[in-house]
T-cell receptor
Framework: LAKTTQPISMDSYEGQEVNITCSHN???????ITWYQQFPSQGPRFIIQ???TKVTNEVASLFIPADRKSSTLSLPRVSLSDTAVYYC??????????FGSGTRLSIRP | DADVTQTPRNRITKTGKRIMLECSQT?????MYWYRQDPGLGLRLIYY???????NKGEISDGYSVSRQAQAKFSLSLESAIPNQTALYFC???????????????FGPGTRLLVL
């Protein structure tokens, strides 16, 4: 299993760029890296997914170095509504899905 | 995601009772999942199904069973509920395009279960 390690919590301010790094030292060749966002009492919501290099969509960017042992979720110009828990998942088989405890991101005015 | 619905949304039951949580989806996805979430923790996979009649155990399947009656429906049963099964339960469907990790999961609103 590709165990992931993320910071337990992070704080930032509105308008700032936030980078959350996930460590996954024993990532397997077929594993994809996926990030989800969860608000209290709601189901997680897909943010972004990647395999290598950089992926960008309308809400975030995902940076993956060549060795793929870590990944960084980048949220540009955060707002109060980005306050949530962010999960990094690394798997290539459904039996290996692990959400972990995630990173609790708090955005202040 | 409004295309994934769960019933009931809240349920209180007593130890030893059998209960069923239901999940329906209108996305047309083959893959469906059941998770539980305990306060302050991440989600843990209970069971998953990649097609009708396909059932696979997840990380914490003991004490639970599932049924995939149709592509759109995936139900979770607690045969004899116990207090430590008190949790928030989520169903999810998946849009996939390759290996298991190449997917986007869409989650239902959750069922809050309290076992007394």
């Amino acid at each position: 299993l590709a165990k992931t390690t993320q910071p337990i919590s992070m704080d930032s301010y509105e308008g700032q760029e936030v980078n959350i790094t996930c460590s996954h030292n024993n990532i397997a060749t077929n594993d994809y890296i996926t990030w989800y966002q969860q608000f209290p009492s709601q189901g997680p919501r897909f943010i972004i997914q990647g395999y290598k290099t950089k992926v960008t969509n309308e809400v975030a960017s995902l940076f993956i170095p060549a060795d793929r042992k870590s990944s960084t979720l980048s949220l540009p110009r955060v707002s109060l509504s980005d306050t949530a828990v962010y999960y990094c998942l690394v798997y290539s088989s459904a039996s290996k899905i692990i959400f972990g405890s995630g990173t609790r991101l708090s955005i202040r005015p | 995601d409004a295309d994934v619905t769960q019933t009931p949304r809240n349920r209180i039951t007593k130890t030893g009772k059998r209960i069923m949580l239901e999940c329906s989806q209108t996305k047309g996805h083959d893959r469906m999942y059941w998770y539980r979430q305990d306060p302050g923790l991440g989600l843990r996979l209970i069971y998953y199904s990649f097609d009708v009649k396909d059932i696979n155990k997840g990380e914490i399947s003991d004490g639970y069973s599932v049924s995939r009656q149709a592509q759109a429906k995936f139900s979770l049963s607690l045969e004899s509920a116990i207090p430590n099964q008190t949790a928030l339960y989520f169903c999810a469907t998946s849009d996939h395009w390759g290996l298991a990790g190449e997917e986007t999961q869409y989650f239902g609103p959750g069922t809050r279960l309290l076992v007394l």
